[in-house]
């Protein structure tokens, strides 16, 4: 049996390096401040900005991984204080070696030398050397092999049942079919969508009385990221897309629209697809041009649609999409011009659909081919005088022109969410990896008894318990203040799909030439990574529009 290496000295010496680091990020972010007027000029200072955001970004996950492991017993997770010295120790050198970097540009805005200079003495070099040292990370690949499904962050019984019952459905039902629906593109099967609505998984976060379980985001975070464990694309991000009307919904919807769309989401009876992005528009929300202009047809009040958007994804299958129009012409209002609409239409197999409203109206959808991701499928869609009720304005006329806020807070959930998704990939593929390393012989002995092998799966668990770290207390953040947690969740989102690339592309090395065969399934983790940084916030613009604006803003 393996036994932790950490001490409570150890992890008192790798506080004694975070405090520092803090220290150092905090004089950044204030000559940042400085330097960019609390975030008015951060487009004249973008590297500088990106370098600094990251930085805190890398000290938040192992401030939270480390304050996990000085309250959790050793009999509790036995490995976590070797975990988290090693994933804080990397993570710590990584933010100061990135600040160090912002010195010439904040220089002029305040002491950052003398900040800098507290962590390089020789102290401190020398706890990151030893906190990170080859052994311990291999003492963590070791253990991670013994049994690679076991989770070292800790959570309490009720959450805990949630995992195993939420790993049963996916193992037994989505992960032997998750491979056939990679390799043929399929769509999403329909019997998933019916027992993920049976067991509750929709209704997580939706209160008793629209139909939900209102458990609250820790246990959503769970249940996404043991489907995502499964696959990404067949069941993973199912129940992302409701959670993000649902927020919307809960912000700003009338009571009527509460009472009437909640309970199909949180049932399932009505899948969602989100429509904001368009083609020439992409991260510039506020430069949208998809039309929603007052009309009546066939005798009923409403709004018809004009105009494209992109990457709309399970727009297909969706009963209904969440669309983000312009109901202002003058585009100098910019976001202020946007309303939210619940859009119904509906539900199409395939990759392409045509849909024409008896009225006259129609909705044109062609799904993009992508190199992973498959199973969700995310088209582009043409609004051709597309009529939608007046009920179906979110919110009503109090919400007009507030659409573009609505949808934020949905985002931040959408955001959370990612980095359960996230999290999940990255233990797919510590899993799949450690299986394959235990099994595969090489030079007459198994690949998990090269030192190499240890120290690389090793860094793969230790780097995915900052991801999952960070993603459940974003979650529990959220459940007590939504607008305070949202950048937490931002940061989650940015340092988790980082780190589900790195650990799925490591553990496609540790395959050799077999991660490269489609029949192995670290191929589809690598390709199902890749998106993750990109969507719900690509990340320069999610470090410079949204973590840095709050990071730098002035304060109240």
């Not at 010439?104 to 050397?129: C, S």
């Amino acid at each position: 049996m393996l036994r932790s290496m950490s001490s409570s000295d150890e992890l008192s010496s790798t506080r004694a390096c975070l405090t520092a680091a803090l220290d150092l990020s905090r004089v950044c972010i204030t000559a940042l401040a400085a330097a960019t007027d609390h975030g008015k000029r951060i487009d004249d200072y973008q590297v500088t900005t990106e370098r600094v955001v990251y930085a805190a970004t890398e000290l938040k996950a192992a401030e939270l991984l480390l304050m996990s492991a000085e309250k959790t017993a050793a009999d509790k997770s036995p490995m976590l204080g070797n975990i988290a010295a090693a994933a804080c120790s990397e993570l710590i050198e990584s933010a100061t070696r990135g600040l160090a970097a912002t010195a010439e540009e904040l220089g002029p805005h305040g002491n950052i030398d003398a900040a800098i200079a507290k962590t390089d003495t020789p102290e401190f070099r020398k706890t990151l050397r030893v906190n990170s040292s080859e052994a311990r990370f291999r003492e963590i690949g070791r253990w991670a092999a013994e049994d690679p499904r076991r989770n070292p962050i800790p959570v309490d019984e009720m959450n805990d049942q949630i995992r195993q019952s939420v790993r049963e459905f996916a193992d037994r039902e989505v992960a032997p079919r998750a491979e056939h629906i990679h390799v043929n593109d399929e769509l999403v099967p329909e019997e998933f969508i019916t027992q993920i609505g049976e067991l509750g998984y929709f209704g997580l976060s939706i209160p008793e009385q629209y139909g939900g379980n209102e458990m609250g985001n820790l246990p959503m975070i769970i249940t996404t990221e043991e489907l995502s464990r499964a696959s990404l694309a067949a069941a993973g991000s199912l129940i992302t897309r409701p959670e993000i009307l649902a927020k919307a919904l809960l912000n700003g919807g009338t009571e009527a629209q509460k009472e009437h769309w909640l309970p199909k989401l949180a049932s399932g009876e009505v899948m969602v697809g989100i429509s904001v992005t368009e083609p020439d528009v992409g991260s510039n929300v506020a430069g949208l041009k998809c039309r929603a202009e007052r009309a009546e047809v066939g005798g009923e009040k409403g709004w018809v649609l004009r105009g494209t958007k992109a990457w709309c994804t399970f727009a297909g299958r969706a009963n209904i999409l969440a669309v983000l129009a312009r109901t202002d012409p003058d585009m100098s209002k910019g976001a202020k011009g946007l309303s939210l609409f619940i859009v119904p239409k509906d539900s199409f197999d395939g990759h392409e659909f045509e849909m024409t409203q008896p009225t006259g109206g129609k909705m044109l959808g062609k799904a993009d081919r992508t190199l992973g991701y498959r199973g969700m499928h995310s088209f582009g869609l043409t609004l051709d005088d597309y009529f939608v009720p007046e009920a179906n304005l979110v919110g009503g006329a109090e919400q007009e022109g507030r659409g573009f806020y609505l949808q934020m807070a949905g985002f931040a959930a959408g955001r959370l969410q990612t980095a359960g998704r996230a999290t999940g990939v990255g233990q797919a593929a510590i899993e799949t990896t450690a299986r394959y390393v235990t099994e595969r012989s090489q030079f007459n002995k198994p690949l998990i008894d090269f030192q190499l092998t240890q120290y690389k799966l090793g860094r793969m668990v230790s780097r995915v318990a900052a991801s999952r770290v960070m993603s459940y207390e974003a979650a529990l953040q959220m459940d007590e203040d939504e607008r305070a947690a949202s950048r937490l969740a931002a940061q989650a989102k940015l340092l988790s799909c980082d780190i589900a690339v790195e650990v799925t592309q490591e553990g496609q090395l540790l395959h050799g030439g077999w991660g490269y065969a489609e029949e192995y399934a670290i191929s589809r983790y690598v390709v199902d990574a890749l998106v993750l940084p990109i969507f719900e916030g690509v990340k320069p613009v999610l470090e410079l529009k949204v973590v840095a604006r709050d990071l730098l803003r002035r304060p109240k």
